[in-house]
């Protein structure tokens, strides 16, 4: 029985991926359990520290597929105790050589390395789907380059832009987020094998070499020295996601706006047999962009848990490292659905261009201002024009006539202004900016950042 959203079959698609799910199963935790305890067993039958026998049969009968989480979840409730059933399934498993089992080290040894791995698979996931939002935005910057929009500020009108302009905007983030994810990994990705409390003492001389070699197995980087209460590690990798989360949640209450009924630029993908009221049959509504903006909360009050955790107390406690258990997953599972929504919202939304003309021109030339200020300032100076065209403006807006009207018929500006002239300022395709030059831009940075040929698709 799923007790969890992220788990219920109605409703778990919308917070997470079944990819993502399956990272952080109990079965794959298990599984990477096991996977470090017999990387740890073979390290130490190579050097030495138990029987070469031994060693091969754990490697032999080890098998996380075989045992059964039930039964070692109801020793669990016995023993108190989170690992050492696990431990006991995997003797009984191994018969003789089941002695040699988590030989020298620690259950936070066993926990935190088998958690870099599931770690490393998600890592791997959210670095792909990061890739392919690039990629993607890439593609619709440029479709769109051209095409003029309002640019907002205050969630008013403020100026031209293109649509092509704010999808660079977003891209150059995404890249930033993609060299972050390249930046930590070799940081992030590193396993913890040291014993008790880090010191190796239990391993004897030999402890840092059975660390090493056990981590290579693993394909894990190796620690300078035991991170058992030192959790930075996770902490920047939940930075991380936050961020990448935040840029999406943005995204998503931003095309969320954009496609209010009275702006009207971009609608969501709609498929047939899509519901948006149970009451209101003719209702369209932004689910998918609500959906996006609404998991980037939740990312951020999980990072914050994880952020708690790095508070141990001595060498090593369980009142930190529990939080990391319920949060870690969470913001993976949450994240891997913003990712895939966001790329089902650039490849399937509709871009309705007509209305984003429309919309330049609803204020009757107002959007402009500048423009014409900027111009007259030529000649009255830059704050006399400020102050006559704010006169000018607020007169058009609250007495809802025309901008242009209004400017040709002032008496200071009549040997000022001609029609033809203020004609061209008033025309939001003139007044663009670099826009088109910045997707250019944008998107050669991207590709020249080497990022772009890095992840596997």
Known sequence: MAAHIIDFLMLGNNFGTIEMRSVWSEENRLHQQVAVEVALAQAEGDLGLIPESAAAQIVRQADASQLSIA???????????????????LQKQCGEAGQYIHYG??????????????????????????????????????????????GRSHGMQALPTTFGFKLAVWLDEFVRHLTRLKEIKSRVL?????????????????GI??????????????PNISWQSARDRFSEYASVIALISGTLGKIGNELYNLM???????????????IGSTTMPHKRNPAAFE????????????????????????????????????ALPEINIY?????QSALAIFRG??????????????????????????????????????????????????????????????????????????????????????TVEKVDQVIAAAYASGLLNEVNQ
């Open 190 to 206: 590193v396993g913890n094998l040291n014993g008790a409390i880090g010191t190796y003492a239990a391993l004897g001389e030999q």
């Open 260 to 274: 209010r009924t009275e702006i009207n630029e971009i609608e969501e993908p709609f498929s047939e047999g899509k």
């Open 71 to 89: 039964e070692i979840a109801d020793e669990v409730a016995k023993a108190k105790h989170s690992l050492m059933p696990t431990v006991n399934a």
């Open 349 to 434: 939304m509709k871009v309705n261009q007509q209305q984003m003309l429309d919309n330049l021109t609803l204020q009757q030339g107002l959007l402009l201002s500048e423009k014409v200020m900027f111009e007259l300032g030529k000649v009255l100076g830059k704050q006399s024009a400020h102050h006559l065209v704010y006169e000018l403006a607020m007169q058009s807006f609250e007495q809802k006539i025309s901008f242009s009207e209004l400017l040709l018929h002032h008496e200071s500006l009549k040997h000022l202004l001609n029609p033809a002239d203020l004609k061209q300022w008033l025309d939001p395709i003139h007044y663009l900016g670099k």
């Open 105 to 150: 080290v620690t259950t936070q040894d066993i926990v935190d390395t088998a958690t870099v791995l599931q770690l490393k698979h998600a890592f791997a996931i959210v670095e792909r789907d990061v890739h392919a939002i690039v990629l993607e935005l890439i593609k619709q910057a440029k479709i769109y380059q051209h095409v003029p929009m309002v």
């Open 291 to 326: 959906g996006l903006a609404s998991l980037t909360a939740p990312v951020l009050k999980s990072v914050a848990l994880i952020h708690e955790s790095m508070k141990v107390e001595h060498e090593r406690d369980a009142m930190s490292w529990r939080a990391e258990w319920i």
């Open 335 to 339: 994240v891997s659905a913003q990712l």
């Open 209 to 222: 070499e059975v660390e090493r070699q056990a981590l290579a197995r693993l394909d894990l980087g190796v």
